[in-house]
């Protein structure tokens, strides 16, 4: 039995939710339907994850500065400001 790791690396920006663009990651890393997976609230908030990610322009904290990293099944997954990041390992 052999591994196979894949990482897919999905850019969004201010038009598409940190959330949606977590489903679209990880749906293509795994190349599964995202209607066919479990829902992302089983592994995470997904309005919190929103709301860590919306502009804060009466405060100091800088969005690009964060990152989020959680576990969707065999998926680790970070989200940062720009982009979703999934490094999935499959038994081939």
């Known amino acids: 039995m052999s591994s196979r790791e894949t990482a897919v690396e999905y850019a969004y920006n201010e038009n598409q939710a ?5 489903v679209a990651a990880v749906a293509a890393a795994s190349n599964r339907d995202p209607l066919e ?15 860590v990610f919306r ?3 009466n405060t100091d904290s800088d969005p690009g500065d964060i990152h989020i990293e959680f576990r969707i099944d065999a998926d680790h997954v970070t989200v940062t400001a720009e982009h979703v990041r999934v490094h999935n390992t499959d038994d081939a």
Do not use: F, G, K
């Open 37 to 51: 997976m479990d829902p992302l609230y089983e592994s995470i908030d997904p309005d919190a994850l929103n709301a």
């Open 18 to 22: 940190p959330s949606e663009a977590v």
């Open 55 to 57: 502009s804060r322009p």
